[in-house]
């Protein structure tokens, strides 16, 4: 018996070292992405500020332990074989689910997946415990949990999201009012004071909230600061603010400090106080063993009130964890994913987006734009011009290493965070440190009109999915801990073996997908890099140019095949790989701009011969999915197939059109467009088929000879493949123009 619970322990561990890596994989983003966002220095730099935060905060961690133990459920009320069934449940559920949030590069909230996590486990325990026993019913399932914990947690997190958009939103545009784009000559006066103001905040969130509760802290020292709070506030508000000022006259980027010392200081409260995320489960499985087994009777049976006592952590444990938190942080590319994705939704430049349009952003969207419109009827022309000129973006020529946004939002993400997370501390709410990072991120990028009207539906989108996705933590957290629970409760030794493979093979599927992602988007970004972007432009083109023709003449054609023999299975292949093909060609055209804006000014015939390019491919694609999607379902839909006549016409549509497609592709593989005119020829005999067949489908439909829906299919391949060589062949007289142009 003593064996089992030595491999659950061990395998705890190994849970716990992974859920290091995953957890500070995502939250990284909560102190990285004001430095990282603003470039304040080389990305090195910012590691290194840090790293020396979380190794400080690592080591001398607060009693935060105490959450993982006794927070959301009384100890008291289950044995140590439940306790440690319950644990093991909620490391599990808290690795997988971190990591997918990590594939999928969305920030969450490590400190509500485990709440949750613990919550679900410990009502699956309990109802185990409750239908396995005479003496209790389900009445009695609030005696195991800590449900005004719970609600607590629940409630200061919702609170919190709200509060943090409207103080970043707010201060931000006060902030810009104040200081504009063209911040330079402020920060050498006003300056001064602004950053001693943010150091005063940062200090203060460092002193309160990361170092509260420290070992290196005496609770002497700290109550009589915690008395004298205001007269401390003060002094560090002059002194820093005359600091800052003798380092602005010798020079020296204020704001820059302000921004690594923020940077330093959410570090060190992140690894001071999320800690408890990653490792307080296995710390508090791990005394209950030592209780119980080592020290202990070895009485499985034993009531675990012990965890109720205060927690004192090994050093050499909190020490290993910063260090593996360092490492992770260093080298994980998931967390680089992450941190992409706010850094993204906050840039100040339009672009490519990564979400789409939902009907919730258009509407709210609509609804800014009437209140703006309220608001100039009836605000002086001479205010609005002024406050208009505070918010015009100074560009630099150089954009190749430009930052997504200034020095000025990034030290009010850090200042305005760091006083949201530290007056929540002294007045005792729980929050989320990545809630309130974001929303403050996601406020000060709104009043600072990075949401623009070409921008603003797809970043409220985003904002609105991360949202989603923090409620979703809680609700699967909740349910996968609770299913884990219940099923190491019935399986015991045998589902622990199963959850250890599941988990492990989920990992490694996880880490196969992204590396792959990672990879594709490094070869993309390399070859762009290898050539100047003329040559980089022409060669990309020529390349998509002749892959996207092979795959219309192979799609084409098998479409054809299949819906002669109404292979369902082909026809529905068919249709992905087109709509694939559609949705690539789709993307090229949103990724145009940029390219263009790579282009030097010399090159417009380059960019002309872009531009058309893209659209002809785009058109061509979709041309191609207006054939294979109603082929497919009017298999799908078990109608009727086509007659011979109709078969028999397609057939010889089939093959001039695959003459047609054999001779393009030669060319482009050849670069010989020599040809081109036998291609017109060519097109024009296919032509005088079609009109044909389409005459012929006429006799068929007075002569009733034909079903209306295969006649409706046979006509839409017709008139869809007359459009799709239309435009290959207007592609290609493109790029025969361009390249005896050059």
């Not at 190794?55 to 439940?82: K, L, N, Q, Y």
């Not at 947690?153 to 200081?179: D, H, N, Q």
């Not at 055209?589 to 491919?617: A, C, R, S, W």
Request: with cysteine; aromatic share 8%.
């Amino acid at each position: 018996m003593d064996s089992m619970y030595m491999i659950i322990v061990g395998i705890m561990m190994t849970l716990a070292i992974t859920g290091l890596v995953v957890g500070v994989a995502n939250d990284a983003v909560n102190f990285l992405n004001s430095a990282l966002g603003s470039k304040v220095a080389p990305r090195y730099v910012i590691m290194t500020v840090a790293s020396v935060g979380i190794i400080v905060g690592a080591i001398t961690s607060s009693g935060m332990m105490e959450v993982a133990r006794s927070g959301v459920f009384h100890p008291e009320m289950f044995s140590f074989s439940e306790v440690m069934m319950l644990f093991l449940a909620v490391m599990f559920m808290n690795v997988i689910l971190l990591d997918v949030f990590n594939t999928l590069g969305m920030p969450t909230s490590t400190t509500v997946s485990l709440v949750f996590g613990l919550l679900g486990a410990a009502v699956s325990v309990s109802v185990y415990k409750i239908t396995h026993s005479d003496l209790h019913t389900m009445a009695d399932l609030a005696t195991y949990i800590n449900t005004g914990k719970a609600m607590a947690i629940i409630s200061g997190i919702l609170l919190s999201v709200a509060i943090a958009f409207v103080c970043g939103t707010t201060v931000m545009y006060i902030t810009r009012l104040i200081f504009s784009y063209r911040y330079q000559r402020k920060i050498k006066t006003v300056g001064a004071v602004w950053c001693g103001i943010a150091i005063t905040a940062i200090s203060y969130f460092a002193i309160f909230k990361g170092l509260k509760d420290s070992s290196l802290m005496n609770p002497a020292l700290m109550a009589w600061m915690d008395t004298h709070i205001l007269a401390l506030l003060g002094i560090l508000l002059v002194g820093w603010s005359i600091i800052m000022s003798i380092l602005s006259m010798l020079k020296v980027n204020i704001l820059k400090i302000t921004v690594l010392a923020g940077t330093l200081s959410l570090a060190l409260a992140f690894a001071g106080n999320d800690l408890v995320n990653f490792i307080g489960v296995f710390v508090a499985g791990f005394d209950s063993y030592e209780n119980v087994i080592v020290h202990g009777s070895g009485d499985v049976n034993t009531l675990m009130g012990s965890l109720n006592g205060a927690v004192t952590t090994r050093p050499i444990i909190l020490f290993l964890s910063g260090a593996i938190m360092v490492v992770t942080l260093w080298f994980s590319k998931k967390a680089q994913t992450v941190s992409d994705t706010e850094i993204n939704l906050a840039r100040q430049d339009a672009g490519a987006e990564r979400f789409g349009s939902t009907s919730v952003s258009r509407a709210l969207v609509r609804s800014a734009l009437n209140c703006n419109k309220t608001y100039e009827k009836y605000t002086p022309k001479r205010l609005q011009r002024f406050i208009e000129s505070r918010f015009v973006p100074v560009y630099s020529p150089e954009t190749k290493d430009k930052a997504s946004f200034d020095l000025i939002r990034a030290t009010v993400n850090l200042t305005v965070a760091s006083i949201l997370i530290s007056m929540a501390t002294s007045l005792q709410l729980p929050l989320s440190t990545t809630y309130v990072t974001f929303m403050v991120a996601m406020g000060s990028s709104l009043a600072d009109r990075a949401w623009g009207r070409e921008s603003a539906v797809y970043r409220i989108t985003g904002v609105l999915t991360v949202i989603a996705g923090w409620f979703l933590t809680a609700l699967i957290a909740f349910t996968i801990a609770f299913l884990v629970a219940l099923g190491l409760m019935w399986g015991g030794m045998i589902a622990v073996v199963l959850f250890a493979c599941l988990c492990a093979y989920l990992l490694v599927q996880s880490s196969i997908l992204h590396s792959r992602k990672v990879k594709k988007q490094a070869e993309k970004m390399a070859e762009e890099e290898a050539d100047g972007p003329e040559q980089t432009v022409i060669e990309r083109c020529v390349h998509e140019v002749s892959e996207t023709m092979l795959k219309v003449t192979e799609i084409y054609q098998q479409t054809l095949v299949g819906l002669f023999d109404e292979d369902r299975k082909l026809l529905k292949q068919m249709v992905r790989e087109s709509e694939e093909l559609y949705r690539i060609a789709h993307e090229r055209k949103h990724e145009m701009l940029p390219t263009l804006f790579k282009l030097q000014e010399n090159y417009i015939e380059t960019g002309h011969y872009y531009v058309q390019v893209i659209d002809y491919m785009n058109e061509v694609t979709k041309a191609l999915v207006h054939i294979t999607r109603p082929s497919f379902d009017h298999i799908n839909n078990n109608h009727e197939g086509m007659t011979k006549e109709q078969v028999a016409d397609l057939q010889q549509v089939n093959e001039k059109v695959s003459s047609i497609y054999q001779k393009i592709n030669t060319m482009l593989e050849n670069n010989d467009f020599s040809q081109l005119d036998a291609i017109l020829q060519m097109r024009d005999k296919l032509f005088d088929t079609l009109a044909a067949a389409i005459k012929s489908q006429i006799k068929r439909v007075k002569a009733k000879t034909t079903t209306t829906r295969s006649s409706i299919l046979y006509l839409t391949i017709i008139n869809e493949t007359k459009t799709m060589v239309l435009q290959t062949r207007n592609l290609l007289k493109s790029q025969r123009y361009f390249m005896s142009g050059e």
